[in-house]
Each structure stands twice: as structure tokens, then as C-alpha cells.
């Protein structure tokens, strides 16, 4: 009996034939997932361990230091609150408004195919090139809201520079720039669910808001959880728009810096990549608290069936 049980247990040629090709195909991923990901947080983790020395050489182990430093820094704080605002404020606008387009672009409606390549258009153009695009437009003097809110006889606004409005600015250019992706993906779910549904609900005499709130969200839970975790992570590594848009020199920096720009500043512009090292896994770590609680809260809402 021993003897038929370990004879059972070993690989025969076919198992290992396919435990090799799936180790095969997967291995591009894991090797990439390693190289650009696992190993630089390893090698993120050790340089906040040390001060960069003078002209970039010649790193001081200081421990903690940095850390401490990091946690007594009221600008790190500000960028945190900052990053956080700036997540609160795309997210739920982004997806409400992405949900609606992709609930229309869905239907039987002539030109469908060009307005689903005009919302993507954003994710095709470069960051830089859509910031400059929007920073003539919040121009003080001659941008376009500006013109608008004079054309109403209202005072303009100092989109860039005040330090009340600015984020809120930031934020318009992320929501628009991040609304394409996310009808693509909920277009994709849209087009899974049964029409057999929809059918049914308009037989009893359902609304098209009923239908949405009872047919459309649930099904499509999966595929708004998946947008909302890709979201969050893209939202709190924000560093392009506020770059362009924002200078160390304004009156709205601190209103405004993230915690990437923060890193950025530290790293390159300051010479301490140490420091900057610290604020980077400061992020890692927010990213990884707010990750877990929505897998956690992803059972209570996100209907796979």
C-alpha cells in the first residue's frame, strides 16, 4: 500500500510536461514582476537607511534617521493629506462619471465607435503634453475659464497659484485624463452581463434607474472593484500633473505637493536620495493598508456570480 501511494504521488510525464509550460509562459511576468518591482522596494528599503554624502557619493549610514526626520516633517504631512484628497477626489467622480458614459456609449446610439475613441483619446497622449494643454487653459490672464467666467461677469480665478483652488484644478485634469480608461474596462463588463436581465426587469416595469442600481452596478461590481484598486494606486502615485502645473515657488506648492513630487524634490533636486528613499516607502506603506481594507470590504459588495 505504501509502495501504490508514493507510485501515485509522482509526476507522471504529461503532468510534468504541463507544470514545465506553465512555468514557461509565466515566467516573463514573474522575472519583470522581480526586476521592476520586488528588487527595487528591497533597494528602495536599504538606501533610507543612509544620507547621501556630498555631491551624490560616498552614503553615510544613518538607521532610522531618516525615518525620524520623515515622521517630525510637517511637509510630509502636508503631502500626505494632500495625496489623499487629491484620491478622494478622483475616485468616486471619475468612476460615477465613466459608469454613465460607458452605460450610453452601450446602447444602439450612431457614431458610437468615434465617441468611444474620443473619450480614450486622453490615454494615448502623453501627461506632459495634456498638462501644458491644460495650464494655457487655467491661464490667469487669457485661458479659457477665465474667459468664460468674464464672459458671465464674474471675477477670474487663479487656478494654478491659489492655494484653495489649485488641487481641485489638479484634480479636474486627473478625473478627464483617467475617464477613457475606465469606459473602456466598464464597456468590456457592460457587454458580459445577460441582456436576458434587462428583458425581464422592463417586462415587470422597471426604470432605467432601477435597472442601473439593481442589474448594471451589481454585475458589474467585479469590474468597478478592479477599476477602483488600479485607480487608488494610480491616484496616489499622482506626480506628472502637479509637476507641470505646480513650482516650488508657488504659493500653492504645499497645497498641492504629493508625496511623489515630495520624493522627487528630496531625491533629485536636494541630493538626498535617503530622505527621499524614507517618503517612498512611507507611500508603499499607505498604499498597502488602504489595498488590504478594500479586499477586505470587496466580499460585502462585489457580487462574482
Known amino acids: 500500500m505504501l509502495h501504490s501511494s508514493k507510485a501515485a504521488r509522482k509526476p507522471n510525464k504529461k503532468n510534468l510536461n504541463e507544470w514545465m509550460w506553465g512555468w514557461f509562459f509565466i515566467a516573463p511576468t514573474m522575472i519583470g514582476l522581480l526586476i521592476l518591482n520586488i ?44 495625496t489623499l484628497v487629491y484620491t478622494l477626489l478622483v475616485i468616486p467622480i471619475s468612476i460615477a462619471i465613466s459608469l454613465v458614459i460607458a452605460v450610453l456609449l452601450n446602447e444602439k446610439i450612431r457614431g458610437r465607435t468615434i465617441y468611444r475613441t474620443i473619450f480614450f483619446l486622453p490615454m494615448v497622449a502623453a ?49 478627464w485624463s483617467i475617464i477613457g480608461y475606465n469606459v473602456v474596462l ?24 432601477y435597472q442601473l442600481f439593481k442589474i448594471t452596478i451589481p454585475l458589474l461590481s467585479p469590474t468597478l472593484f478592479f477599476i477602483t484598486v488600479t485607480t487608488i494606486i494610480q491616484s496616489m502615485q499622482v506626480f506628472d500633473f502637479i509637476y507641470m502645473m505646480v513650482d516650488v515657488t508657488s504659493p500653492a506648492y504645499n497645497s498641492t505637493v504629493s508625496l ?26 499607505i498604499i498597502m493598508i488602504i489595498t488590504v481594507f478594500q479586499m477586505k470590504a470587496q466580499k460585502k459588495w462585489v457580487n462574482y456570480k
Do not use: C
Open 186 to 209: 466598464m464597456l468590456a463588463g457592460l457587454q458580459e452581463i445577460p441582456k436576458d436581465y434587462y428583458e425581464a426587469s422592463m417586462i415587470d416595469g422597471a426604470s432605467s434607474i
Open 39 to 82: 528588487i527595487p522596494i528591497f533597494q528602495t528599503l536599504y538606501l533610507s537607511l543612509f544620507q547621501s554624502g556630498d555631491f551624490g557619493r560616498g552614503d553615510i549610514f544613518v538607521g532610522f534617521d531618516n525615518y525620524i526626520r520623515m515622521f517630525n516633517d510637517p511637509q510630509v504631512w502636508h503631502a500626505v493629506r494632500n
Open 260 to 285: 511623489v513630487y515630495l520624493f522627487y524634490n528630496n531625491s533629485f533636486r536636494y541630493s538626498n536620495r535617503g530622505y527621499g528613499s524614507a517618503i517612498v516607502m512611507l507611500l508603499l506603506v
Open 127 to 175: 501627461p506632459a503634453a495634456v498638462t501644458m494643454v491644460w495650464r494655457w487653459m487655467y491661464n490667469n490672464q487669457f485661458g479659457f475659464f477665465n474667459y468664460l467666467l468674464r464672459s458671465v461677469g464674474l471675477e477670474s480665478v487663479d487656478w494654478i497659484n491659489s492655494p484653495n483652488v489649485a488641487l481641485i484644478s489638479i484634480a479636474i485634469i486627473g478625473i
